[in-house]
């Protein structure tokens, strides 16, 4: 069966729920009858990547350089703390992955999404939705940065 454009997209949400469940800390999940489960909301920014126009399924050098410098432009960004989950769709569909962020804007979220190779070179796309759900849902903790520099330099 293959779902289309917002049934996916629905789906994409509901197991980004289910993910936000599964994170919090064992404590929030454990059956509690006699206390009711309390834990903070906020809001985060999620990006789906599609194919764009200068998608192409062939593995060339340059295609393979471009994926490279993707993927090292994920590991930079989730340094800063503001990339908190990142990944790739295992379908084969125009709905390639998603980004998860953790910023003070939509605006602050569209600017990392344009630091991305693929995007600037059309081969990605991306859509951002506010997404609402449970305070603290990173997979690991934001590196500090080492002394003396600013994590968001050459930006």
Known sequence: MSLRGGARRG?????????AVLALPAAAR???????????MTTYYVGFLYRGPAW???????????QQAHLENIGR???????ILAGPFSDDT?????????????E????????????KAGRLTVELHPWFSAKGIRIDPPKPA?????????R
């Open 108 to 119: 602050e979220a569209k600017a990392l999404c344009d630091t991305d190779p693929a995007v």
């Open 30 to 40: 454990a059956d509690q009858p006699s206390e009711p489960r309390q834990y903070e």
């Open 11 to 19: 789906l994409s949400v509901l197991a980004l729920g289910a993910v």
């Open 56 to 66: 192409t399924p062939e593995v060339t050098p340059e295609t393979q350089a471009l």
């Open 77 to 83: 960004l989730a340094a800063t703390g503001k990339l």
């Open 146 to 154: 080492p002394a003396g520099k600013d994590s968001d330099a050459g």
């Open 94 to 106: 125009k709905l390639r992955g998603m980004f998860v962020f953790q910023v003070a804007s939509m």
